[in-house]
């Protein structure tokens, strides 16, 4: 039951995070030739690490129920 609500929080968190994304990305585009802003290179970080680690952490349990 845990599990289940640390994935919940972890989806959640990630929408959040690609929803402000998206929001910042749209207010502060990119000038040609130069690199984003550094809180859009945070955020899209944070973004990759809460999509990554759970996918993983569900794979690995997938492939022992398998098992």
């Not at 959640?12 to 130069?34: C, D």
Request: hydrophobic letters at 65%; glycine letters at 4%.
């Amino acid at each position: 039951m845990v599990f289940k609500w640390a994935l919940v929080a972890f989806g959640v968190t990630a929408a959040a995070l690609f929803a402000l994304g998206k929001v910042l990305a749209l207010l502060n585009p990119p000038r040609p030739g130069r690199p984003r802003a550094p809180i859009v290179r945070r955020v899209e970080r944070s973004l990759a690490w809460t999509l990554w680690v759970p996918l993983v952490i569900a794979a690995a349990l997938l492939a022992l129920a398998l098992r």
